[in-house]
């Protein structure tokens, strides 16, 4: 049976007003994009969920789904292809036809901010959403966590102590109901200055499809 689909922020969500007025600053530049939250992408409940940190103010933001239309989005979409967690062809817009496979994609913050930076008032305020992304795995899901401020987060929603579980990439952290799997961001940032590289991201996603197919 699928997972009931979690609960979604509003298309105008108050809770963060420093980016409900950087919405409507985009809304006026740009009224064709999505300058809303951003729903995530795939099936509820599957058996491995991403969390990124928050849409890109010309990626996901613009085109309405998770690390689509960025540079992001080039390295994750192609290392889920390359792993078995995507299916179809990956060309940069929603209606692409890529589908996941047995994946879903989210983000920490679900309302670009300005300069990619979330601060920790709304990295809390949409926390709930993340938790309830969380509530729907079913036990012994994997969840990889796309940089530091997803993995506190994450810990954050899971009640786990981040001392308990510290971030560093390719870490694993088996939780009571969940395996954490952290890696460096796919930011461009990241990839320019050799922070992480397409063999670095590779070697988390194979070790995810590993425990994934069951042989942890
Ligand atoms: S970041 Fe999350 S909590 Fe904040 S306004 Fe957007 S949807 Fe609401």
Redesign the pocket.
């Known amino acids: 049976m699928a997972a009931e689909e979690p609960v979604a922020?509003p298309r105008d969500?108050?809770?963060?007003p420093r980016?409900?007025a950087f919405r409507e600053e985009n809304r006026a530049k740009w009224p064709d994009w999505r300058n809303a939250?951003v729903p995530s992408f795939g099936t509820a409940g599957a058996r491995l969920l991403i969390v990124g940190l928050a849409p890109g103010l010309q990626g996901a933001n613009r085109t309405g789904r998770p690390f689509t239309g960025d540079w992001a989005g080039d390295l994750l979409y192609a290392t889920l292809l390359k792993f078995g967690f995507a299916d179809g062809v990956y060309d940069e817009r929603p209606d692409d036809g890529l589908t996941l496979v047995g994946a879903r994609i989210t983000n920490a913050?679900?309302?670009v901010p300005p300069q990619n930076k979330p601060e920790g008032a709304?990295i809390a305020?949409?926390r709930p959403?993340l938790a309830g992304e969380l509530a729907a795995l079913a036990d012994g899901a994997a969840v990889v966590a796309l940089g530091r401020i997803a993995h506190d987060s994450l810990c954050r929603a899971l009640g786990v102590r981040l001392k308990a579980a510290p971030f560093g990439h390719g870490a694993e952290h088996a939780l009571e109901r969940l395996r954490l799997f952290d890696s460096y961001h796919c930011s461009r940032y990241n990839t320019n200055t050799g922070v992480l590289t397409t063999e670095m991201f590779e070697t988390v996603f194979a070790r995810v499809r590993t425990y994934v197919d069951g042989a942890s």
């Open positions: 922020p969500c108050p809770a963060c980016l409900a939250p913050v679900r309302c709304e305020a949409c959403y």
